[in-house]
T-cell receptor, first 117, second 115 residues
């Protein structure tokens, strides 16, 4: 079964500084990888996704992520954070389509991003 | 194009009761998944419905059940509520059968409190 680890529970970054949120996954085949953002009491909004091809993917709100197969990682980055980026960030993995039933997405426990003025 | 909508937004139930949560999928989507998100945790996959049939299930007991209707809307039913069922329940819709190879669009969730 697949799993996702987000090693940082909380991260504090100053407004305007760069950001990197870590995500490591465990899955035997090529994964489908996602980053979602969740504001308090809200649902999940997709920031970006990796299915195949270019390992550096661009998302919304100026975010990007890089898939590194050798490190089983899919870290999220942003060059300059804004106060509105404060939220909970979730990395998720989906299984590749091999037929049969669906397993849904497996999420990490999330990283809470705090922005300092 | 309408997004994923869930109802109700908040709900308080007593232990032992039954609850039904509803989800309208995004226009054109034929697959609906349900997730449970406990406070401070990531969402956990409950099950998925495709063409009105359960298509996959996570590690949840049978008292969690669901339905999908011909218009692809869905219900999540939980019987014999326990205190630990208190959580945010998220519905996600997508186009493909397998969740992993296409985007899943999430609703705002239903906050269930069991007292």
């Amino acid at each position: 079964a697949q799993s996702v680890t987000q090693p940082d529970i909380h991260i504090t970054v100053s407004e305007g500084a760069s950001l990197e949120l870590r995500c490591n996954y465990s899955y035997g085949a090529t994964p489908y990888l996602f980053w979602y953002v969740q504001s308090p009491g809200q649902g999940l909004q997709l920031l970006l996704k990796y299915f195949s091809g270019d390992t550096l993917v661009q998302g919304i709100k100026g975010f990007e992520a890089e898939f590194k197969r050798s490190q089983s990682s899919f870290n999220l980055r942003k060059p300059s954070v804004h106060w509105s980026d404060a939220a909970e960030y979730f990395c998720a993995v989906g299984v590749s389509d091999s037929g049969g039933g669906a397993d849904g997405l497996t999420f990490g426990k999330g990283t809470h991003l705090i922005i300092q003025p | 194009e309408t997004g994923v909508t869930q109802s109700p937004t908040h709900l308080i139930k007593t232990r032992g009761q039954q609850v039904t949560l509803r989800c309208s999928s995004q226009s054109g989507h034929n697959t609906v998944s349900w997730y449970q998100q406990a406070l401070g945790q990531g969402p956990q996959f409950i099950f998925q419905y495709y063409r009105e049939e359960e298509n996959g299930r996570g590690n949840f007991p049978p008292r969690f059940s669901g339905l999908q209707f011909p218009n692809y809307s869905s219900e999540l039913n939980v019987n014999a509520l326990e205190l630990d069922d208190s959580a945010l329940y998220l519905c996600a819709s997508s186009l493909a059968r397998r969740q992993g190879n296409t985007e899943a669009f999430f609703g705002q969730g239903t906050r269930l409190t069991v007292v």
